[in-house]
């Protein structure tokens, strides 16, 4: 079993519509869970942390966390044409490392 | 405030050859931390230096080694070179007292041949 694993994509949207990102993730101790951006021949760009269970917003994002069910996702409202990027989802089983999943690449249709 | 700065942006190599990677890590950070990211895959952990010291490493061979300085800065050094090191070398830097919201390089492109 992959430590995190992401649906697979691609996500193909129109503009102005919401893209629902989801993650699982294996090892139950992660305290801290992380969404990166990374666009096509770029590194990856920090958009949201969640660190308790519930939702976190930020301007047109929302991050959701269940521990219970080791679940995270990442929500896109409104979405734009320069959403259009590969989203990875990274979880901390220690205070040392990441893990991350391979990314599922969004595409907002305009 | 600079960023977090790697060097080179892009480097091929032979097969066999050995490779020096370079990061500096932004203003403020005395944690680094490196990854490698193959084409359509998720970032690797290979290991994280902090008080020059390696601190944890991820499931990489002993060809993949590092050093970090006082200053803060840090090498990656790959030996006995594979087509399959072939990847996206990504430094992360962080303050230690913050947890793990990286911020990323913009990477080294490997190129073996």
């Known amino acids: 079993q992959k430590e995190v694993e992401q649906n697979s994509g691609p996500l193909s949207v129109p503009e102005g519509a919401i893209a629902s990102l989801n993650c699982t993730y294996s090892?139950?101790?992660?305290?801290?869970f992380f969404w990166y951006r990374q666009y096509s021949g770029k590194s990856p760009e920090l958009i949201m942390s969640?660190?308790?269970?519930g939702d976190k917003e930020d301007g047109r994002f929302t991050a959701q966390l269940n521990k219970a069910s080791q679940y995270v996702s990442l929500l896109i409202r409104d979405s734009q044409p320069s959403d259009s990027a590969t989203y990875l989802c990274?979880?901390?089983?220690?205070?040392?490392?990441?893990?991350f999943g391979a990314g599922t690449t969004v595409t907002v249709r305009a | 405030d600079a960023g977090v700065t790697q060097s080179p942006t892009h480097l091929i190599k032979t097969r066999g050859q050995q490779v020096t990677l370079r990061c500096s890590p932004k203003?403020?950070?005395?944690?680094v931390s490196w990854y490698q990211q193959a084409l359509g895959q998720g970032p690797q952990f290979i290991f994280q230096?902090?008080?020059?010291?390696?601190?944890q490493r991820g499931n990489f061979p002993d060809r993949f080694s590092g050093h970090q300085f006082p200053n803060y800065s840090s090498e990656l050094n790959v030996n006995a070179l594979l087509l399959g090191d072939s990847a996206l070398y990504l430094c992360?830097?962080?303050?230690?007292?913050?947890?793990?919201?990286?911020?990323f390089g913009s990477g080294t492109r490997l190129t073996v041949v």
């Open positions: 230096y902090y008080e020059e010291e390696e601190r």
């Open positions: 992360a830097s962080s303050y230690s007292g913050q947890g793990l919201g990286y911020t």
């Open positions: 203003s403020g950070h005395d944690t």
């Open positions: 090892d139950r101790v992660s305290q801290s």
């Open positions: 969640i660190y308790s269970n």
């Open positions: 990274a979880v901390a089983p220690n205070d040392y490392k990441l893990s």
